[in-house]
């Protein structure tokens, strides 16, 4: 088993451009999630899904979109990519019910 | 508000005890969580405390105090590679946890 897997690794982008970032998990979970980490604040939730077919805000939402493709794909859109969101951004799973979440490797982003 | 604090930098020497503490205020409690990151890396989970008392696994002990809305991180034996940050978490309702902002541990020989 694979985990849970995130594309891209590294991104650069211009202030305003688009892109979308991929997560998936083959470990059969109902819930998915995307932090962010940035220096010194921890891990913020950004979007949550509790189950396919739905979606979640969580603590920093504005400038972010998500879509629950499936059960095992949730992915993350910046349609307008700002230099504060600049960060690390972590996909994460678990069982619903349970608290064991398990973390992608994480996507670096840049916007310049 | 929601809110967790652990202590931003720990420090200690190969083969002694430390304890990293986490006090929370959430609207909600369902249990208190632990997550070991090392640099650059993913977060893993250490353990978890739903009800009030230690959690021992191998060298790593977390416990829980429900009435005082704290718990702690125990870890013995400190080795090299526990060098990492560390974060307390904690699901306050559905299923989202929150974390604090981390508590980076050094280990020196």
């Known amino acids: 088993n694979a985990g849970v897997t995130q594309t891209p690794k590294f991104q650069v982008l211009k202030t305003g451009q688009s892109m979308t970032l991929q997560c998936a998990q083959d470990?059969?979970?109902?819930?998915m999630y995307w932090y962010r980490q940035d220096p010194g604040m921890g891990l913020r939730l950004i979007y949550y899904s509790a189950s396919e077919g739905t979606t979640d805000k969580g603590e920093v939402p504005n400038g972010y979109n998500v879509s629950r493709l499936n059960k095992r794909e949730f992915s993350l859109r910046l349609e307008s990519a700002a230099p504060s969101q600049t960060s690390v951004y972590f996909c994460a799973s678990n069982q619903r019910g349970t608290d064991t979440q398990y973390f992608g490797p994480g996507t670096r982003l840049t916007v310049l | 508000g929601q809110s967790l604090e652990q202590p931003s930098e720990v420090t200690a020497v190969e083969g002694a005890i430390v304890q990293i503490n986490c006090t929370y205020q959430t609207s909600g409690f369902y249990g208190l969580s632990w997550y070991q990151q090392h640099d650059g890396g993913a977060p893993t989970f250490l353990s978890y405390n739903a009800l009030d008392g230690l959690e021992e696994t191998g060298r790593f002990s977390s416990f829980l105090s429900r009435s005082d809305s704290y718990g702690y991180l125990l870890l013995q034996e400190l080795q090299m590679k526990d060098s990492a940050s560390y974060f307390c978490a904690v699901r306050d309702r559905g299923t989202a946890l929150i974390f604090g902002k981390g508590t980076t541990l050094s280990v020196s020989s």
């Open positions: 470990m059969n979970h109902n819930s």
